[in-house]
């Protein structure tokens, strides 16, 4: 079955009492037992649901795994890895680039109680064979990464993190399972924060962990319910709603992406654009290689002032200045301020996260309209900068 298939017929069968075509939504907390302890599979919502359930099929399949449990958040998704791997004394393995809640997870939760946090450029394969050398239970990373599209050779690291036993973990938020399958180049677990491709609609807050063995998963299964981190019926329904257009919403997010990488990297008032599908993008052969597509983001730098990079993302017509990605109204962010405001000003320096880089999602809407605003306001900087601030 093709993915678009998938997205709506994956785990998702008519229902059988009443044919329903699109499942309904169990929105309880509890199941009446037919005798104490003897249920139909369902006893507390917080340890199963059956849209939830559903939500965890389809997602399973989607990234070509047989295992999958939602979390509230995608933060909370981490957690329950890392609370599942990363126990005191243990180390992980991490790119320079993460998501800027991820990074604070690690730091200021998991490094003060005990967790060792190496950071390591993943480009540079060498210095990723010397940093698992020390053996860490998890190698962890983000690819595109959040904010500068960074891609790393998923398969080379999986193979060079296996060869000293650690749980290879990817953050597939950014290329969603339309354009990346991290499970098929070699990792154990994925992880999404649903709430932003996947549900897609801007409306839910959700993660996932997806798995490929039993085993592996099993651990974070167990925190789902212990640590309690779960989403709502609801929510997982809208999701549910919300990825069955996921194939269609992936193809004009990237075609979005394209042409506005264009018309920036033609641009005077354009330092440097961030895009894997551009061919001077560092990972450019490798996106190709383990990518379907190139996905929906595009980040670049001004050239300019960090006055007038503020100025410009709260200029824009059709996109909305504000947190998060991958929803159907296009959204634009400044990370230094926002996003990746957690990270200290120094390391920000040292990981080249200017105070200039701006950070767009483009949305669904038709790419003309993208494109003319993101110009006329490029325009306006570079001709009257003084009136632009
Ligand atoms: C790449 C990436 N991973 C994880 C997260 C965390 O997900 P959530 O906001 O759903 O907790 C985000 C949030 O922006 C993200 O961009």
Same mark, same amino acid.
């Given at each position: ?6 997205? *709506?017929? /994956? ?6 009492? $009443? !044919? +329903?075509? &699109? ?6 907390? #509890? ?122 050779? *998923?398969? /080379? ?6 060869? $000293? !036993? +650690?749980? &290879? ?6 290329? #969603? ?213």
């Amino acid at each position: 079955m093709e993915f678009g298939t998938r997205t *709506i017929h /994956a785990g998702q069968p008519s229902e059988p009492n $009443t !044919g +329903a075509v &699109v499942a309904p939504l169990f929105q309880t907390t #509890t199941y009446q037992q037919i005798a104490p302890g003897e249920h139909h599979g369902f006893d507390y919502t917080r340890t199963s649901n059956p849209t939830r359930q559903r939500l965890e099929t389809v997602l399973a399949d989607l990234e070509g795994g047989t295992k999958c449990a939602v979390f509230g958040s995608g933060l909370a998704a981490e957690n329950a890895i890392l609370q599942a791997y990363l126990k005191p004394g243990n180390a992980i393995v991490v790119p320079v680039d993460v998501y800027g809640g991820t990074f604070r997870l690690l730091h200021k939760v998991f490094e003060p109680l005990g967790a060792i946090v190496e950071r390591v450029d993943f480009s540079d394969l060498a210095a990723l064979e010397r940093a698992v050398a020390a053996k860490p239970t998890l190698v962890w990373l983000e690819s595109p990464t959040n904010p500068r599209l960074l891609v790393y050779d *998923i398969e /080379a690291v999986a193979r060079i993190a296996h060869d $000293t !036993g +650690a749980i &290879v973990v990817v953050d597939n938020t950014f290329a #969603t399972p339309y354009f990346q399958q991290p499970l098929s180049l070699g990792a154990d677990l994925v992880i999404q924060s649903v709430t932003k491709y996947l549900a897609g609609h801007l409306d839910v807050i959700q993660g996932a962990v997806i798995a490929k063995d039993a085993a592996v998963f099993e651990p974070v299964k167990f925190l789902q319910n212990a640590l309690g981190g779960v989403p709502s019926p609801f929510d997982c329904w809208l999701t549910l709603r919300g990825i069955k257009t996921l194939e269609l919403r992936m193809e004009r997010h990237a075609q979005n992406a394209a042409a506005i990488a264009d018309v920036l990297t033609k641009h005077p008032k354009v330092k440097r654009v961030y895009y894997p599908g551009l061919p001077s993008h560092p990972g450019h052969e490798v996106a190709k290689r383990q990518m379907t597509g190139f996905g929906g983001m595009v980040s670049f730098e001004l050239d300019g002032t960090p006055e007038e990079a503020s100025a410009f993302v709260s200029s824009l017509t059709y996109f909305a200045l504000g947190e998060s990605l991958g929803g159907v109204r296009a959204l634009v962010c400044l990370p230094c301020k926002m996003t990746h405001a957690s990270i200290p000003p120094e390391t920000r320096a040292e990981l080249g996260l200017s105070d200039t880089l701006i950070r767009l999602s483009p949305g669904i809407e038709h790419p003309r309209d993208l494109v003319a605003d993101l110009k006329a306001k490029l325009d306006a900087l570079a001709e009257i900068p003084e009136l632009a601030v």
